[in-house]
């Protein structure tokens, strides 16, 4: 399913992610923890893989179109898990 949110979302997101999130989520969907910042805006791609988000300019940072919201899923589950997040 694709979803799209603003990058300054998609960056809230990451900002709460408590420390360590990034390597929990690379272990529990088996990729490395590089291609999880690059999913959240970081440009690591000599140690990790571009991973399906598409970035719209606009307001509010843009537009990230989603591909495969696997990584999204994981952290929005850490977030509400540890109280961070109500749904």
Known sequence: MIKQITF?????????????????????????????????????????????????AGPDGGMVVFDDTKILDAALEILCFNGLLRL
Do not use: W
């Open 8 to 56: 300054n979302q998609l960056r809230a997101i990451k900002d709460a992610l408590p420390d360590g999130s990034m390597q929990t989520i690379a272990s529990e969907l088996g990729i490395s923890a590089d291609t999880v910042r690059n999913y959240f805006g970081a440009q690591k791609y000599d140690s990790g893989d571009a991973c399906g988000i598409h970035l719209e």
